[in-house]
């Protein structure tokens, strides 16, 4: 077995081999792999950066919506969500004109919304009830909505509503 560089993990090596080979597959499983990590270890910078550069790789090769690829983007928007960066947020859960995969846009609009309803954005209501029947096309847009619903009818003091968005977040889940 070659002997890696000074300073190289074995997932770094595992990354540019991948790179130079023109893997690209390999390549974006690796990065988001490493990112997982650092997201896992709690060192939210290093996995947004991490994230950040497994997307770029899956945008600039035209694999925007790839596995690994997309949940790039999709976790570099919910690091930037956790650090507060709610621009970034925006930007990242942005889709006009790229013609997205229903499941990966609704990914996003639900990181979207519970940044828009933390924010106190105006568009809150009308992102939450764009999000709702989308619910069921996957488990983490259901608990993501719910989460920004939640968030949304508590930050009203709307018990009730809070409470039936966890409902209807259990049954959807369920």
């Given at each position: 077995?070659?002997?890696?560089?000074?300073?190289?993990?074995?997932?770094?090596?595992?990354?540019?081999?991948?790179?130079?080979?023109?893997?690209?597959?390999?390549?974006?499983?690796?990065?988001?792999?490493?990112?997982?990590?650092?997201h896992?270890?709690?060192?939210?910078?290093?996995a947004?950066a991490a994230?950040?550069?497994?997307?770029?790789?899956?945008?600039?090769?035209?694999?925007?919506?790839?596995?690994?690829?997309?949940?790039?983007?999709?976790?570099?928007?919910?690091?930037?969500?956790?650090?507060?960066?709610?621009?970034?947020?925006?930007?990242?859960?942005a889709?006009?004109?790229?013609?997205p995969?229903?499941?990966?846009?609704?990914?996003?609009?639900?990181?979207?919304?519970?940044?828009v309803?933390?924010?106190?954005?105006?568009?809150a209501e009308?992102?939450?009830?764009?999000?709702?029947?989308?619910?069921p096309?996957?488990?983490?847009?259901?608990?993501?909505?719910?989460?920004?619903?939640?968030?949304?009818?508590?930050?009203?003091?709307?018990v009730?509503?809070?409470?039936?968005?966890?409902?209807r977040?259990?049954?959807?889940?369920?």
């Amino acid at each position: 077995e070659r002997a890696r560089s000074p300073g190289t993990s074995p997932t770094d090596e595992v990354i540019e081999r991948a790179h130079r080979d023109g893997d690209v597959h390999a390549e974006l499983r690796s990065r988001y792999l490493l990112a997982s990590l650092q997201h896992e270890r709690g060192d939210l910078v290093k996995a947004k950066a991490a994230y950040h550069a497994g997307y770029t790789v899956a945008r600039e090769s035209g694999r925007p919506w790839a596995p690994y690829g997309f949940e790039a983007r999709l976790m570099e928007a919910h690091v930037a969500y956790q650090l507060g960066d709610w621009d970034d947020v925006m930007e990242l859960t942005a889709v006009g004109g790229q013609a997205p995969p229903p499941i990966p846009e609704a990914t996003l609009l639900g990181v979207r919304a519970m940044c828009v309803v933390h924010r106190g954005d105006s568009s809150a209501e009308q992102v939450l009830d764009q999000l709702r029947p989308l619910w069921p096309l996957d488990g983490l847009v259901g608990i993501s909505g719910a989460a920004a619903e939640i968030d949304w009818y508590g930050g009203r003091g709307d018990v009730a509503g809070a409470s039936a968005a966890f409902d209807r977040a259990v049954d959807v889940v369920g």
